[in-house]
Antibody, heavy 123, light 106 residues
Framework: QVQLVQSGAEVKKPGASVKVSCKAS????????LHWVRQAPGQGLEWMGW????????DYAQKFQGRVSMTRDTSITTAYVELTTLRSDDTAIYYC????????????????WGQGTLVTVSS | DIQMTQSPSTLSASVGDRVTITCRAS??????LAWYQQKPGKAPKVLIY???SLESGVPSRFSGSGSGTEFTLTISSLQPDDFATYYC????????FGQGTKVEIK
C-alpha cells in the first residue's frame, strides 16, 4: 500500500531555512512525481511544486521560486522540500502528495498524502 | 493562474440533510476537478475526481457534477462522519484549490 511518511515538526526563526522530508513506500518511488502542498493555520491549501524522482527535475509555483528547493534521494525513497529565508507567514503544515492513479483519462489529482509536517516560524 | 471560488464558506446542517457546495473556476477547466474532505489534524482525502467520478471506497451519498467553470458537490444525506471541511481543486493547469467550505452541525 502506498504510504508517505513525513518528518516531525520544526520551529525556526525568521530568516532561517527548513528542510522537510517525505519517505515513500509501497510503490516504485521513481515512477511517480511527488508534490508539496502547504496549509497555513485555519487557511486553505496551496500547491508549491513537484519533483520528478526519476530525473530530479522540478517545477515550482511562481510564488515560491527563488526560495524553495525540492530534492530527492532515490536510495532511501525520500523526497525533501527546503524553504529558505523563512517569514512568519511561512508558518504552515507542509504536506507531500503523489498522483498514483492518475492517467490521461482521469487526469492528475492527488490521491495519496503524507500526514503533514508543522513548521512554525517565530522569533 | 486559475482561481477557484467556493460557496458557501460555512454551512450549518443536520444529520440527514441534503447538502450542496458550489465551486467556480475563473476559466474553463473542462472536467478536471477534484473534491477533497479534510478533518482537523488530518491530510485531505479525495472524494471525487474528473468532476463526477467517485473515488474507490467513498460512500455513494457523495456525488459531483459540472463542467467548464461551474461545479457542485452534493451529499445526499449528511452523516455524522461528514462534518468536515471540503475543498475543490482544479488540475487542468497546475493545481489550485478553493478556499474551503466548512460543514458544521446545526
Amino acid at each position: 500500500q502506498v504510504q508517505l511518511v513525513q518528518s516531525g515538526a520544526e520551529v525556526k526563526k525568521p530568516g532561517a531555512s527548513v528542510k522537510v522530508s517525505c519517505k515513500a513506500s509501497g510503490y516504485t518511488f521513481t515512477d511517480y512525481y511527488l508534490h508539496w502542498v502547504r496549509q497555513a493555520p485555519g487557511q486553505g491549501l496551496e500547491w508549491m511544486g513537484w519533483i520528478n524522482p526519476n530525473s530530479g527535475g522540478t517545477d515550482y509555483a511562481q510564488k515560491f521560486q527563488g526560495r524553495v528547493s525540492m530534492t530527492r534521494d532515490t536510495s532511501i525513497t525520500t523526497a525533501y522540500v527546503e524553504l529558505t529565508t523563512l517569514r512568519s507567514d511561512d508558518t504552515a503544515i507542509y504536506y507531500c502528495a503523489t498522483i498514483y492513479g492518475g492517467n490521461s483519462d482521469v487526469g492528475y489529482y492527488f490521491d495519496y498524502w503524507g500526514q503533514g509536517t508543522l513548521v512554525t516560524v517565530s522569533s | 493562474d486559475i482561481q477557484m471560488t467556493q460557496s458557501p464558506s460555512t454551512l450549518s446542517a443536520s444529520v440527514g440533510d441534503r447538502v450542496t457546495i458550489t465551486c467556480r473556476a475563473s476559466q474553463s477547466i473542462s472536467r478536471w476537478l477534484a473534491w477533497y474532505q479534510q478533518k482537523p489534524g488530518k491530510a485531505p482525502k479525495v472524494l471525487i475526481y474528473k468532476a463526477s467520478s467517485l473515488e474507490s471506497g467513498v460512500p455513494s451519498r457523495f456525488s459531483g457534477s459540472g463542467s467548464g467553470t461551474e461545479f457542485t458537490l452534493t451529499i445526499s444525506s449528511l452523516q455524522p462522519d461528514d462534518f468536515a471541511t471540503y475543498y475543490c481543486q482544479q488540475y487542468n493547469r497546475f493545481w489550485t484549490f478553493g478556499q474551503g467550505t466548512k460543514v458544521e452541525i446545526k
